[in-house]
C-alpha cells in the first residue's frame, strides 16, 4: 500500500484546495442563510474537472482511479466551507454519474455523460419515500410499461439537487409482488410530463444543497429512459451506495483539516487566567482527539479507495469508512464549538456551521445503525 | 481449474450454514430460487459476493449481482466457472 502522490495528483489536489478557497468561500454566510445554491461554483468546479474525476475519458471524465478521486475531493472539502455544495457534487457523481458508467447503455453514456462532466447538467437520485427510507427497497413508486414507454406514480422525499437538476435517477417498482427484484431505475428528465418537483426543503445544515420532494403523477418516460434491465434497480443503488459510502466523506475528512487547523490557531491566540487556552491539559485533547480523529479517517478513505482500484469488493470497508468518518467529523465538529467557548455558539465564527452541515454525514447513504448492521453482518455475524 | 462439482458444494455449504441454518441441506437443489424466494436479500447478496470473491479470487462485476446471476446454486456455480 503506497499512499503518496504522484506529481500529477498533487498538482491536481492543489489545485483543488487553492480554487476552493480562492473562488467558493465568498458570500456564503448569505448564500447559506438565503439557502441559495452557487451554480458559478458549480460550474467552477466542473472546470476543473471534479464532476468528472471517475467518469472514463470517452464520455468526458478524467478517467481517474478512486484513490486519486477522493484525494482531490479531499483537497476541495479543505479549500470549500461550502460544504453544501460540496455535497450536491457528490450526489451528482455517486448517484448519477457513477450508475450510469456502470449499467448505461453507450447510447445513454453518450447522452448524459459528457454535460454531467462539464457543469452543464445537474442530477441526483430519488430513492426515499415517505414510508421508505433505510428500508429503501421496500418503496411504493410504481412503473408500469405502456408499449414503448413507462408510466411513473408516486412520491419522492429528500432528493438532493432536485430544485436545480436536470436529470434524475428515480426508483420504482415495475411489479410490486416481486418486491425488491422488481425495483428499477430510470433516468428522469425535468420536464417529464407529470413530474412535479413539489418545494425546497429547508435543512438543519448543508442549507446550501438544494433538497426537493418529488412528485410523480402518470409521469411518462421512454423505454429507452430505464438504466440496467428491469429488475436491476437492488444491484444498481448497491453499487452506486457502495460507492458513495466510501467516497462522500472524502471533502468531510479535508474539512475536519480545516476546522483543526482553525481550533489549533484559536487555542493558541485566545488567552484566559493568564495563558493561551491550548495550553491548558483539556483543551490540547480535545485537539489531539481531533487529530486522531482526522489521521483515522483519512487513512480509512485511503485504503477502502486504494482496495477498489484493487478491484475488490469493498462493502465492509466503505460502510466503515462512512460510519467511522461522519461519526469522526461531527465529534470534531463539537470540539470546535467547544474549543471557541461561546464564540464557538456564535455564527460570525462560522464553527456551528460546520456541526450543523457535518450533522447529515450520520444519515444520508444509510444511517449509522444501518451502516453497523452492514458490517455486523459482513462480520459473518 | 476447480471442478463445477466442487463449486456448487462450497457454495451450497455457505448458504446452508449463512442463510439456511438448520434447514434440510436435501432441500436446497441446485435450481432452487434464492433471490426470487427472498433467502438471499440485500445484506445477504453483499455476504455472498464477499465470499465468492474471496474463496475463488475471482472478481464479480456491480451488473452480475443479480437475480440473473444469483438466483439458484446452479446459477451462482455457473458465474464463478466463467470467471476461473
Ligand atoms: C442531507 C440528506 C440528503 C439526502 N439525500 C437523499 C437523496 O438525494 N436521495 C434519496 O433518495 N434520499 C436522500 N436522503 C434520505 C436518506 O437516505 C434517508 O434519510 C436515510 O436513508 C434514513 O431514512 P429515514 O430518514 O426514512 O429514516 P428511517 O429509516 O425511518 O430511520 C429512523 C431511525 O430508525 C433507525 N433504523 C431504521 N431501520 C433500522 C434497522 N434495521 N436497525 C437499526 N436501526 C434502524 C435509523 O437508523 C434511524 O435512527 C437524504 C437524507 C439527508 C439527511
Known sequence: MDFSWTPEQAELRAAAAEMAAAELNEGLAEREKAGTFSLEGWRRCAELGIQGLCVPEEHGGAGADALTTVGVLERLGYGCKDNGLVFSINAHMWTLQVPLVAFGSEEQKRRWLPGLCSGALIGGNAMSEPASGSDAYSLQTTAVRRDDRYVLNGSKVFVTNAPVADLLLVFANVDPERRPSGVSAFLVERDAPGLTVTRQVEKMGLKTSPMGELFLDDCEVSAEARLGKEGAGQTLFTHSMTWERSSILAGGVGAMERLLETCVAYAKGREQFGQAIGKFQLVASKLVDMKARLETSRALLYKTAWLRDQGRSIFLEAALAKLEISEAWVRSAQDAVAIHGGYGYMCEYEVERELRDAMGSRLYSGTSEIQRTIIAALMGL | ?84
Open chain 2, 1 to 84: 481449474m476447480v471442478p463445477k462439482e466442487q463449486i456448487q458444494a462450497s457454495v451450497k455449504q455457505f448458504i446452508l450454514s449463512e442463510f439456511l441454518s438448520g434447514e434440510d441441506a436435501d432441500e436446497l437443489e441446485p435450481t432452487t430460487p434464492l433471490v426470487s424466494a427472498g433467502i438471499l436479500d440485500s445484506i445477504a447478496t453483499l455476504k455472498l459476493v464477499t465470499f465468492l470473491e474471496e474463496q475463488f479470487s475471482v472478481q464479480i462485476e456491480a451488473h452480475e449481482a443479480d437475480v440473473d446471476h444469483l438466483n439458484t446454486v446452479e446459477d451462482i456455480s455457473n458465474l464463478v466457472l466463467s470467471k476461473l
